[in-house]
């Protein structure tokens, strides 16, 4: 009888720790936005407060001015979004700043070329801190768009281009 018990137990055991173990593999789901945790949007205003909480009674960090800066969602409180920008500071903005539009940040110098290969022709070089809009993915190469021109980037130059999510 304690053999069965024992079983009994160490069978719910695993079958919990299986349950866990699979629901932290699920994507968050913001609680407020209904949208996926991280996600990456871009700022739609210029003058946007960088707080150090969710609440007009914190400090202002930092005072974002470039519209289309792309920003990583990582929580929500309210119509509070905490966000990491590229160069990895995080602070909370007022969700009326952001816009789903998807963006990418150069981070170095890069040729876009027109195809996704090392070897297609150049149609521009692109400094690093440019904005650039994101619009697809093939295999480690970005599609981005920037100043009429469409074209691709390896991805490992360009902040703010996961695949996984979707784009906007």
Not at 16 to 45: E, Q
Request: hydrophobic letters at 40%.
């Amino acid at each position: 009888m304690r053999h069965g018990i024992m079983a009994a137990l160490v069978a719910v055991a695993a079958l919990f720790s299986l349950n866990a173990a699979s629901a932290s593999d699920t994507p968050s789901v913001g609680p407020d936005s209904n949208l996926p945790v991280p996600r990456f949007v871009s700022l739609k205003t210029e003058g946007a407060n960088g707080r150090r909480g969710p609440g007009l009674e914190h400090q202002v960090d930092w005072v974002y001015e470039r519209v289309g800066l792309p920003l990583q969602v990582t929580g929500e409180s309210g119509p509070w979004r905490r966000v990491v920008d590229p160069d990895g500071d995080q602070v909370w903005i007022h969700a009326q700043n952001l816009d789903q539009r998807r963006t990418a940040y150069v981070q170095e110098a890069v040729a876009l070329r027109r195809n996704a290969r090392e070897s297609a022709p150049v149609l521009a070089y692109l400094a690093p801190g440019v904005v650039v809009g994101f619009t697809g993915c093939d295999g480690e190469w970005r599609r981005v768009t920037v100043g009429g021109r469409i074209g691709w980037v390896p991805a490992n130059v360009v902040w703010g281009t996961d695949c996984a999510a979707p784009l906007g």
